[in-house]
């Protein structure tokens, strides 16, 4: 089985384990990905995120889906960009292996990723992709959960960057 995939669309949508979501170090919703996850999963998600005392960037956090397909959210929060000078790759890359060690730990076997990092906070796509699918490919080499990584483009210009670094 391939074990990556990139598709364009809505992550909110779809049927998987679990979704991330590019969250902010409060965990209590914002715009983009963010608020699109908190509008279609509903009230009782805030209320979990809530419970949580926020989220340090570069790490991750889980909690159910509610009204989503997708059985769990795992809330990583990316570093903002600053031209690359403040670990930004490395907490990049960090918000990967956490986001993926929980879903190890849960057993899940599919997960969805949008691309963290590169809305609001403003990293560059085609770095962001690069560390992406090398933090998943350099996990999945080593571990048999998750079985299965979606990587979820959206209105940008990332598509052909992840088919062509996935190809390799
Ligand atoms: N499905 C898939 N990808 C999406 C969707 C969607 N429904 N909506 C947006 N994207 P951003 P960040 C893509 O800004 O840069 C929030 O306010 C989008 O095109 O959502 O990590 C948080 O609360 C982009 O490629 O997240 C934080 O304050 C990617 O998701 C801050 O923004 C990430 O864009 C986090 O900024």
């Known amino acids: 089985m391939n074990r990556l995939e990139v598709i364009k669309g809505d992550i909110t949508l779809l049927d998987v384990d679990a979704i991330v979501n590019a969250a902010n170090n409060s965990l209590l919703g914002g715009g983009g990905v963010d608020g699109a996850i908190h509008n279609a999963a509903g009230p009782d998600l805030l209320a979990e995120c809530q419970k949580l005392g926020g989220c340090e960037t570069g790490q991750a956090k889980i909690t159910k889906g509610y ?55 403003g990293f560059p796509i085609d770095q962001a992709a690069i560390i992406a699918v090398n933090e998943t490919k350099k996990f999945l080499s080593k571990n048999s959960y998750p079985e299965k990584v979606i990587f979820v483009t959206f209105g940008d210009s990332s598509y052909e960057t992840y088919r062509k670094l996935l190809e390799k």
């Not at 397909?69 to 690359?84: E, F, L, N, Q, R």
């Not at 986001?99 to 691309?115: D, R």
């Open 67 to 121: 009204r989503l397909k997708s059985k769990h959210v795992i809330h990583t929060v990316g570093p903002v960009w600053y031209g690359g000078s403040r670990d930004e790759h490395a907490l990049l890359a960090s918000c990967y292996n956490t986001s993926l060690s929980l879903a190890k730990e849960k057993k899940i076997k599919t997960i969805a990723f949008p691309g963290i990092s590169t809305g609001a906070y």
